[in-house]
């Protein structure tokens, strides 16, 4: 529109014509494009898949499924002869820990909403690989009760983020129709830690003694729950999800701010006053426990309203801190932190997903999904690898710690949340009509 009127006005000028004011009577300004910092408008699946596939093959390449000795650099293909200089053979990123529990999390998600099945045959064959493995370094361990090895964390986990996303992971793969590796050892040693060995609060509260004694971390909700919620399905026994709603209650009891709608990343037991530093990421995690729970928790139990209700606080307390660019700040309530990558696709997969089980209106937040999303696909670059993503981050009491932790391509919290992101866009996508009306994006049923 800019353009055209622009030669109008030359062509003009040139033949000595003068030029008909361009105002509200002479032309459509309320059609002409506006300037977007994001792209503006209703992703397509193609675009979506396009973004995947990138970091699939990002991915694919440089998370290698091989052990090696970390002297001689020579291969390990004979697992009997696993030792302490056994390793996994170095890649981008680690095939055991948290972050990578959201990857495989986001491969199996991605398969079950495009069809392809070259995600989900991802996490299978890591997972297969870590299952085949496993009894050989149990092996070791009785030759050399002292040994330290690549499974160590696995077979001895030390603290929630050792397990709890790839216990989740895990029972997920472990479920599906085609899976002909056995995960229940791990499974079980995940499950024993989470339930029987995490220091809690006298009132069964997860806790953690760092940087205090009695810390609460918003992190550590996902780093639990979801496991819970997934082993009371696994095993069938309620008591799973009991634990699973009783943290949710109890964490956002000491930690949501209802005025605000966010989370406080950290609570200490024995502070007078509770900072609020309201960190992107971490209330990224609270968010996604409660879509997660509510996936597997029985529609008859007694805490589903109200882990619902809170979802709902939450997403609005979200949604009214989301920038014009489609991003949220590294610390939300600040403007003046950096925008940050990992937490706005977390926020994206989990709106999107409260929108497409009914938990919110579709009509109100899937506009601004829909930014989300077009904000992090800006952010996967060519080579597959995922920008603008905060650095693993403890807890601090001050903003210039928030303000100042680095951003990677290597942050492995980024990946997980991006997966998980756009194939719960596909399905958006795919299940409403969504469409530009005067300008705006709207949905219609």
Not at 46 to 55: A, G, M, Q, W
Not at 373 to 379: D, I, L
Not at 396 to 418: I, K, L, M, T
Request: hydrophobic fraction near 40%; include cysteine; glycine fraction near 6%.
């Amino acid at each position: 529109m800019k353009t055209t009127l622009t030669v109008l006005l030359i062509l003009a000028a040139s033949f000595g014509i003068q030029a008909q004011k361009v105002n509200d009577s002479t032309s459509p300004l309320h059609l002409m494009k506006p300037a977007y910092d994001t792209p503006y408008g209703k992703p397509e699946v193609k675009s979506i898949t396009e973004v995947l596939d990138r970091i699939y093959t990002y991915l694919d390449k440089t998370t290698p499924m091989a052990l090696i000795n970390k002297e001689t650099q020579s291969e390990v293909t004979d697992y009997s002869k696993v030792d302490e200089n056994t390793i996994f053979k170095p890649g981008d990123f680690r095939l055991v820990s948290y972050e990578w529990g959201v990857t495989y999390a986001g491969m199996l998600l991605a398969t079950e909403t495009s069809g392809d099945p070259k995600y989900a045959n991802y996490t299978k064959n890591r997972l297969k690989f870590l299952a085949e493995i496993q009894p050989w370094f149990i092996k070791l361990e009785q030759k050399q009760p002292d040994a330290r090895h690549a499974m160590t964390r696995v077979l001895h986990p030390h603290v929630l983020d050792d397990c709890g996303a790839m216990c989740t992971a895990m029972i997920k793969t472990q479920q599906m129709d085609v899976f002909d590796g056995d995960l229940k050892p791990m499974i079980t040693t995940f499950a024993d830690y989470i339930s029987n060995k995490e220091f809690r609060f006298t009132d069964g509260t997860l806790a953690r003694n760092r940087p205090f004694p009695n810390s609460l971390w918003l992190d550590d909700l996902f780093m639990s729950v979801p496991a819970l919620a997934q082993l009371g399905k696994y095993t069938g026994e309620k008591k799973y999800f009991d634990d699973a709603v009783k943290q949710v209650q109890q964490f956002s009891a000491r930690m949501f701010n209802p005025e605000k709608g966010l989370f406080m990343h950290g609570w200490i037991l024995g502070m007078d006053e509770h900072p609020q530093f309201h960190w992107a990421r971490a209330n990224g995690w609270a968010v996604m426990t409660m879509v997660e729970l509510l996936e597997v928790l029985p529609e008859n139990h007694a805490g589903r309203a109200k882990v619902i209700d809170l979802l709902r606080k939450h997403i609005r307390g979200l949604a009214n801190y989301q920038t014009s660019t489609g991003f949220w700040h590294q610390l939300i309530d600040r403007n003046d932190s950096y925008l940050e990558t990992s937490a706005t696709a977390i926020y994206t997969y989990s709106i999107a997903r409260a929108i497409n089980r009914g938990y919110v209106d579709a009509a109100v937040y899937s506009p601004m999904v829909c930014l989300a999303w077009n904000a992090v696909a800006s952010k996967v670059n060519e080579q597959g690898q995922v920008e603008g993503t905060c650095v693993g981050t403890g807890m601090g009491f001050d903003p210039a710690f928030y303000y100042y932790r680095p951003v990677n391509v290597y942050a492995a919290h980024g990946y997980g949340p991006v997966l998980l992101a756009g194939a719960e866009m596909i399905q958006l996508i795919k299940t409403h009509k969504i469409e530009i009306n005067d300008s705006a994006l709207m949905l219609y049923q």
